[in-house]
């Protein structure tokens, strides 16, 4: 499903929604779809920033949720992923998202939401925009995902 914008021939905030099954595409008109955006949108943002359990899945489903949302994920691990690696490798392609989230993963299954204290600030944060990621942070990513490091899409690329 994807929101395609305001329906220009309909009632103002209607929005054309098309819906995808395989090689199937059709529009719709949903009605008063902007309202209902804006309050899937806000609904999502509650979840998201609401600090505790949330999800219970594997990296494969953050993975698949952040290629669907175009929001990146920084999961930082319970277990220690290999020597001194403690944010788990999504093998993602793409990691030129406009905006990172930063999620705490318990013994390989159970995810919540994270937040840094970034130096210099006195709030804490659980989502950035990329170019205000934490140098710290982005280099112990870049560090356990060197293959497909922030800001770098690999995507067509033969290996």
């Known amino acids: ?14 929005m054309l929604v098309r819906y995808t099954s395989g ?3 059709k529009v719709h008109v949903l009605q008063n779809g902007a309202v209902r955006l804006a309050q899937l949108q ?3 943002r509650n979840i998201w920033s609401t600090p505790g359990n949330t999800h219970w899945g594997t990296v494969t489903d953050a993975a698949m949720l952040s290629l669907t949302l175009r929001l990146g994920f920084v999961i930082f691990a319970s277990q220690e992923q290999g020597v001194e690696r403690w944010i788990k490798g999504t093998n993602m392609e793409d990691a030129t998202f406009p905006y990172w989230g930063l999620i ?4 390989d299954q159970h995810f919540q939401v994270a937040e840094a204290l970034p130096v210099g600030t006195t709030h804490r944060a659980m989502y950035f925009e990329r170019e205000t990621l934490p140098a710290s942070i982005v280099a112990h990513y870049n560090h356990c995902n060197n293959a497909c490091p922030i800001g770098v899409s690999t995507l067509g690329t033969l290996i």
């Open 42 to 44: 806000e609904h999502i």
């Open 104 to 107: 705490y993963c318990i013994n």
């Open 23 to 25: 090689a199937d595409a």
């Open 1 to 14: 499903m994807e929101a395609l914008g305001e329906n220009e021939d309909g009632a103002p905030g209607d």
